[in-house]
């Protein structure tokens, strides 16, 4: 759910006029930020059930 608010974010900075160039890049950071917490979560969570499953 929280990834389509940020899409929408993108989507509304993008349509605007190229002048704010901070706003768009401060959405995609926030977006590639959120994606690399939830790749490294999953990571963590794999490497420790490998641990534990021996």
């Keep these: ?9 993108i989507c509304k900075i993008i349509a605007q006029p ?6 768009l890049a401060n959405a995609i950071a926030l977006d590639l930020g959120g994606k690399l917490a939830t790749g490294l979560a999953i990571g963590i969570g794999i490497a420790v ?5 021996g």
């Design 18 to 23: 190229r002048r704010d160039w901070r706003g």
């Design 49 to 53: 059930g490998m641990a534990l499953a």
């Design 1 to 9: 759910m929280k990834d389509a608010l940020i899409f929408d974010d």
